[in-house]
């Protein structure tokens, strides 16, 4: 799929083949460093290449888990998954995270983003509740959230500790 963002640029969507795992890994080492907002900071995304492309390949053959890349001119600027749990119980909730590279933000790309994965859950005929977490001061992304239709349904208090300052991540979930 492919669309402009508000600058012009025209970003691809595709989902992630084991061909991009050193550029995921290298991406996530990147962005890690440019917000407070992720689970890692800058080179804490420490993982074995040849183990990631078995993680991305086995993420494909699962019909309710999805990775999917945003890119420039064959250049990662996102990543949005859905993980989801092959037991008979947990398979129909998929848990969300999304990425964006700093100088992507503000142009509509998560919220495309975030389309794409919402579309793609409620089509796999097993998903029918995303589910994701988010720092209670990361506003912007909360507005768009609920924008999508996702609601509140939890706080953890103190869960992440940045800069010897506690911070409290708010659940959030969408019924599709």
């Given amino acids: 799929m492919k669309f402009r963002l508000k600058d012009g640029n025209e970003v691809t969507i595709k ?76 398979k129909h909730v998929g848990t969300l995270g999304i990425v964006i590279s700093e100088q992507f933000t ?24 995303i589910s994701l977490v988010t720092r209670e001061d990361n506003v912007p992304a909360i507005e768009l959230y609920e924008k999508l239709g996702f609601e509140k349904e939890g706080l953890i208090k103190k869960d992440n500790l940045i800069n010897g300052i506690y911070y409290n991540t708010i659940l959030m979930g969408l019924f599709i």
């Fill in 15 to 90: 989902e992630a083949t084991k061909e991009y795992a050193q550029h995921m890994i290298d991406f996530y080492n990147i962005v890690g460093g440019e917000t407070d907002f992720l689970s890692f900071g800058k080179n804490e995304f420490k993982r074995n290449k040849e183990e990631y492309k078995e993680f991305i390949e086995s993420t494909r053959l699962e019909q309710n888990s999805i990775i999917l890349l945003a890119t420039i001119n064959d250049e990662i600027i996102s990543i949005a998954s859905i993980h989801s749990s092959q037991k008979d119980r947990m």
């Fill in 106 to 129: 503000g142009l509509g790309l998560g919220r495309k983003m975030m389309e794409q994965m919402i579309q793609w859950a409620s089509s796999n005929g097993i998903t029918n509740k």
